[in-house]
């Protein structure tokens, strides 16, 4: 089973998984926002209901996907360009929407504020 990990990293979170990668440690498939409000602004409740619909779903085109969502077909192609746009999903050579993984983890922490 493969799984995507979607979190929200910092620059140096992010250098550190980077070197560990390249020292041979397994870093799994990780997307890294840089904030919160970034990938809230991405991920909005439409383009995640696509990334729920492509999970182990291989590729579908447009139209289909359209269909399994209950949207029109403008709407759900605007929303999965910026899907694609920002290396989200993928489209193949056949303009094929895909998401290779079988899972998608989004992690969101919140922590108390120092006092």
Known sequence: MTMLT???????????????????????????????????ATLNANR???????????????????????????GVHTDAQVLVNCGLIDKTNESKLSLPYDEVRLELIVRAAAA
């Open 6 to 40: 979607i979190d929200v990293a910092d620059l140096e979170t992010m250098k550190a998984s980077m070197k560990a990668a390249f020292r041979g440690v397994p870093q799994g498939c990780i997307y890294s926002f840089s904030s919160e409000e970034h990938l809230l």
């Open 48 to 74: 995640w209901a696509i990334l729920k619909a492509l999970t182990g779903a291989g590729p579908l085109g447009v139209r289909e996907l359209a269909e399994r969502l209950g949207r029109d077909v403008k």
